[in-house]
């Protein structure tokens, strides 16, 4: 004799499969579809992301003069671009270290500040992130040519003038690159455990014996990331340089702007000065990286 309970519908009996969608049967068969109808959009815009690039830097090294190598980089005018290169940005980065950290420091402590003060400071570390690089060229040709407030006063009392000087190279690594060395330290003091800093203080150190001895260390990562970036970003800095100190041999004409230039007349030699820089860039990354930044590797 049949269950009361089981001829009662919906009750004693187990879940509907045979619909799709319905039941755990359907939604098993269904799922799998839908991921892969979701994937295929994606990896194929991650392709394409990819082949943007990577084909540029490969062309770059397939349609190099690698014969003519040798030769085209042992050219006296290399050389000078290459050491003018090096030397300007290792003092831009010396100089974005003294200066950034500081400013690091100060954007981490405005958080408590009003909302305007904070946002204007912000606003002005982050406006050479997204400025051209020229209108940056033609910022500090008018604030330090001859015509402009500070270049005035130079001329005036010290007679130096800074525009189209070596000095001028710098000035303009340093203000494309400072704003990636000071963000990566800002994320490294945000990041930090402020308890130590607590501590120190509490002990009777001072606010720069903290700053020194405890939160520099703790930071230390961040500092050296930013150094990385800094760098790299000087070493390629190409628009407001030729603006603001222009494309003398051996004073202001970097690799950057000397690739150009050879470009117009001789592009085997505008090809193996940009692989070049290519190489040196990776060259200092990766081993600035594995010395300083392990936490970073996969």
Do not use: K, N
Not at 147 to 157: F, V
Not at 185 to 201: F, K
Request: net charge positive; proline share 8%.
């Amino acid at each position: 004799m049949a269950s009361p309970v089981s001829d009662r519908p919906g009750i004693g009996r187990g879940p509907r499969t045979g619909r799709a969608g319905r039941g755990p049967g359907g939604a098993g068969r269904r799922g799998p579809r839908v991921a892969g109808r979701l994937a295929w959009p994606v990896a194929v815009a991650a392709g394409i992301a990819l082949a943007v690039l990577v084909l540029p830097l490969a062309a770059l090294v397939v349609r190099a003069p690698w014969s003519d190598l040798p030769e085209l980089l042992a050219r006296e005018s290399v050389l000078q671009a290459l050491v003018l290169s090096f030397t300007t940005a290792s003092v831009a980065t010396a100089c974005c270290l003294v200066l950034g950290v500081p400013l690091a420091a100060l954007l981490a402590r405005a958080a408590d500040w009003p909302t305007f003060p904070r946002r204007a400071l912000r606003a002005a570390v982050t406006v050479p992130l997204v400025l051209p690089p020229v209108v940056g060229g033609i910022a500090l040709l008018m604030l330090l040519g001859r015509r402009g407030p500070i270049g005035q006063l130079l001329e005036e009392w010290f007679g130096m003038t800074v525009p189209f000087t070596t000095g001028a190279v710098v000035i303009a690594q340093v203000f494309v690159s400072l704003p990636f060395l000071t963000f990566a330290v800002e994320g490294a003091l945000r990041s930090a455990d402020r308890r130590t800093e607590l501590a120190a203080a509490t002990l009777g150190a001072s606010r720069w014996q903290v700053f020194r001895h405890v939160t520099l260390p703790l930071v230390a990562p961040g500092v050296a990331a930013g150094a990385v970036l800094c760098f790299t970003r000087a070493l390629g800095e190409f628009g407001a340089t030729i603006t603001f100190a222009g494309s003398l041999p051996g004073v202001t004409r970097t690799l950057p702007i000397a690739s150009y230039l050879a470009m117009q007349s001789d592009p085997d030699e505008a090809i193996a000065l940009a692989l070049l820089l290519l190489a040196v860039s990776v060259i200092v990354l990766l081993g600035l990286r594995d010395r300083w930044m392990p936490e970073v590797r996969a």
